[in-house]
């Protein structure tokens, strides 16, 4: 048994959809962002960083481990699955979830904030974060031209960057003039696995959503 330590938010989304692919049992455990959850004693004995996804594998010497790539690669060791059928491939699978954590994750997150929940509108730093993530989805678009999935067949790497990508609305970035990368977003919806994975725990309302964003930045 696992349990989950997370929150609505796209990194969390990443481990419920992959827990929920590989069926894996699990414990779920909301954390409070608002209430900041993330920042007790209790918590930050499992994630010094304070943040969510946290897992705590009972099965394995109940192993603690956070930062949602490195749970990614984790669980796909463990259980073999969504992480190729060779070590080129798992080398690649691994670039595109780095591309993920260090570009796709961060850029989309700043823009976020800077776009939703920020008091002050400043348009050249919204312009800013919102064009180098436009940037990224066209890496992606360009790399699903003539592939289904990023690398291979699905994979962790599709799961860690969709998980993010699906929301490019709310980030204030539309994918409309590009084709691949709408295929392919569409393509990963449609699993039923990732469905239920995105909505675990439920998400709030808009409206709770900016009022929770704007809560966090405050302080």
């Known amino acids: 048994m696992i349990d989950f330590y997370t ?13 929920e692919e590989m069926s894996l049992p699990y414990k ?6 608002r209430a900041e959850e993330q920042k007790t004693a209790e918590f930050l004995k499992m994630n010094p960083n304070g943040r969510i996804p946290v897992i705590v594998d ?32 798992r080398y690649e699978i691994l670039q595109w979830v780095m591309f993920q954590m260090s570009g796709i994750g961060p850029m989309m997150g700043q823009a976020n904030v800077f776009h ?11 312009n800013r974060y919102q064009n180098e993530v436009k940037r990224l989805f066209g890496v992606l678009n360009s790399r699903l031209t003539d592939n289904e999935y990023l690398v291979g067949d699905y994979s962790i ?17 539309e994918t ?13 919806a449609a699993r039923p696995a990732a469905e239920k994975g995105i909505n675990i725990p439920p998400r709030g309302n808009a409206e709770q959503i900016v009022k929770s964003g704007q809560a966090i930045i405050q302080k």
């Open 7 to 19: 929150a609505a938010t796209p990194n969390g989304q990443k481990i419920s959809i992959v827990l």
């Open 28 to 33: 779920l455990i909301n954390v409070d962002l």
């Open 58 to 89: 009972h099965d394995n010497d109940d192993f603690v481990l956070f930062e949602s790539g490195a749970i990614l690669v984790y669980l796909a060791e463990k259980t073999g699955l969504f992480y190729g059928q060779n070590e080129k491939q």
């Open 116 to 126: 939703r929940y920020f008091p002050e509108k400043i348009e050249v730093v919204i």
């Open 157 to 173: 790497a599709d799961i860690a960057n969709w998980a993010w990508v699906r929301t490019h609305e709310w980030s204030g970035v």
């Open 176 to 188: 409309d003039d590009l084709p691949h990368l709408s295929r392919w977003i569409e393509l990963i």
